[in-house]
């Protein structure tokens, strides 16, 4: 049993190690000094928490959340080291990941690592489980799917009191995984002691052996032993590294846990598959989830059938629903045992009355289609093979089946997008919202981001638009929807040509993020200061230009990415 921990005094001392981490367990937020509210116990020797952390006091109610949490939940592992799993975003966000909820069973319940659940909430950090802060455990493992949350990793860190670089940092070992990890880590490795680069499932039960094994040694053996674990990138250590993947019969296909709240509502999360074989040359999850793994339709309803909760709504997950080849039988059958559905975007040349109807009868009020670009020409660079007939048919066919809303996803800025294009999306638009409107569907909306190069795809070499040129095409676009009845949202240019520094960028990239949180320079003071310059994001690529992620071996061959930017640039999509 661990000691528990006192309201004075130094916390308690790391697993193994001889020395304190810190000198006060709780600080004031604001104040500067002890934390001194009332202590309780927790039960099975987990350590003494006060009723309300300086986070509580700001009206995050952890114990609300717990109380409110459904779902079949997660047996905690009783081993050392002990891990905060933290998630750079709000818990609404977070827990609506359905990877994030998935790292949280298996290193808890495969793994064995009491292993316990952290959100970024704009303060310092504070354990859901416990209330322990951040800096109290030994390993902190962040997911980090978003680029534009590395600002909050950072943030995290530091406002719990953790050195945010590892360089000065010998403990809590802070860990990165997610899609960012997988596509490029460099621009986290002054961050990271190590990152995963590959799916959890693959790579987390021989990481736990080796950690559970190494961690009593200097932090230098340390990471040198986990190095050797097949995905996992230790900067300055590891040299290539191949990204593992997981056999999806041997993984859980649920969520684990209902959220209190999330961001798309309290359900069961549900993963129909992995991967995408469609091959759209600016999406990531195309290439880095290769090879295409489906469930069987069987699994899935035995698995959502035996579920224990009383909310019956559940999510169907993926990076192609859609494609699923028993997607049908699958929510006919869930709605036949009383679930409702909800799902992510669907190919408009996938959406039949049949399907349409399945998922109205499962409460399905909303269809997200991505026409992503406006004219034959442009979806042809991308690879999106969809036609503008496809598109109509699909909000004629949403609209006659029940479907009352129809939301839209576009991309302004892509790889030879001119101004004729960004008319053709609002004509298009427009069309699709009219064909939708006369079968009695009632709303429509528009969601349009800018484009961001993404490393592991064949649009790594492509440059990105400007600033003045985005917000000159959002312009065009207000201007040709206007009076339209279609609502427009949009994300900030600024944020997203962050999103694309840093996706592309190494670990200059990374520092410069550091510069502007931890130093408060301006992010134009803190390229300088990094040595980054940001205007490479604007710039074609050459073929053998060396990139930051090189050394991440994925399966899709560089050649092979080569080959389809060049097609991309010449228009066609075979």
């Not at 495969?110 to 909430?121: D, I, K, N």
């Not at 290539?240 to 997981?246: F, L, Q």
């Not at 909800?342 to 399945?358: C, I, K, N």
């Amino acid at each position: 049993m661990r000691p528990h921990c006192r309201p004075k005094g130094n916390r308690r001392t790391p697993t193994g190690s001889g020395r304190s981490r810190g000198t006060g367990i709780y600080e004031k937020e604001k104040a500067g000094g002890r934390w001194k509210g009332p202590y309780t116990g927790r039960r099975l020797g987990l350590p003494h928490f006060p009723q309300e952390t300086p986070q509580e006091a700001e009206g995050v109610n952890r114990r609300e959340l717990l109380r409110k949490e459904g779902g079949r939940g997660v047996s905690f592992g009783t081993e050392s080291p002990w891990v905060a799993l933290a998630y750079p975003n709000t818990y609404e966000v977070g827990m609506a990941n359905l990877g994030f909820q998935q790292v949280f069973r298996l290193l808890n319940e495969e793994v064995g690592l009491r292993t316990e659940r952290a959100f970024y909430e704009g303060a310092s950090v504070f354990s859901l489980e416990s209330g322990l802060p951040l800096r109290a455990f030994d390993v902190v493992a962040f997911s980090l799917p978003f680029e534009g949350d590395l600002t909050n990793l950072i943030a995290a860190l530091h406002e719990s009191g953790i050195e945010p670089l590892s360089s000065r940092r010998e403990r809590p070992l802070v860990v990165v995984g997610g899609m960012c990890a997988f596509l490029n880590p460099e621009p986290v490795a002054p961050f990271a002691d190590l990152s995963v680069v590959g799916e959890a499932e693959a790579v987390l039960p021989e990481f736990g052996r080796k950690l559970k094994e190494l961690w009593n040694k200097p932090k230098s053996k340390l990471l040198e032993g986990l190095s050797d674990v097949p995905g996992v990138y230790v900067p300055g250590v590891s040299g290539e590294v191949k990204r593992a993947w997981a056999n999806l019969r041997i993984a859980e296909p649920l969520s684990p846990i209902v959220p209190a709240r999330g961001a798309f509502g309290r359900m069961v999360l549900a993963e129909v598959g992995r991967g995408c074989g469609r091959g759209c040359r600016f999406c990531a999850a195309g290439f880095v989830y290769r090879p295409v793994r489906v469930r069987p339709a069987g699994e899935l309803v035995e698995a959502l059938e035996g579920y224990p909760t009383p909310v019956r709504r559940v999510g169907l997950m993926g990076a192609a629903v859609s494609d699923h080849p028993e997607l049908e039988a699958i929510c006919r059958e869930l709605v036949k045992r009383g679930w409702e559905l909800a799902t992510s975007s669907f190919r408009a040349d996938m959406v039949t009355p049949e399907l349409v109807e399945a998922l109205v009868r499962g409460k399905v009020r909303t269809l997200t289609l991505a026409p992503e670009a406006g004219t034959e020409r442009l979806r042809k660079v991308i690879r999106k093979g969809l036609s503008e007939k496809d598109l109509l048919r699909a909000a004629h066919v949403a609209g006659a089946g029940g479907i009352k809303k129809l939301r839209l996803y576009a991309m302004i800025g892509l790889p030879t997008e001119e101004e004729e294009d960004v008319k053709a999306l609002a004509d298009l638009v427009r069309e699709m919202a009219g064909a939708f409107r006369s079968e009695g569907g009632t709303e429509v909306g528009l969601t349009v981001q800018p484009f961001v190069p993404k490393p592991a795809t064949p649009f790594q070499w492509a440059p990105m638009a400007g600033e003045r040129v985005l917000k000159e095409r959002i312009r065009l676009l207000e201007r040709y929807l206007r009076g339209s009845g279609i609502s427009l949202g949009r994300v900030a240019v600024r944020r997203a040509l962050l999103q694309g520094t840093l996706s592309i960028g190494d670990r200059r990239a990374g520092m410069a993020a550091y510069y502007h949180v931890v130093e408060r320079l301006s992010w134009r003071e803190a390229w300088r200061k990094a040595g980054w310059d940001p205007d490479v994001l604007h710039s074609e690529k050459k073929k053998d230009e060396s990139l930051p992620w090189d050394f991440v071996r994925h399966t899709t061959k560089r050649s092979f990415l080569w080959m389809e930017w060049k097609r991309a640039k010449k228009c066609t999509d075979d």
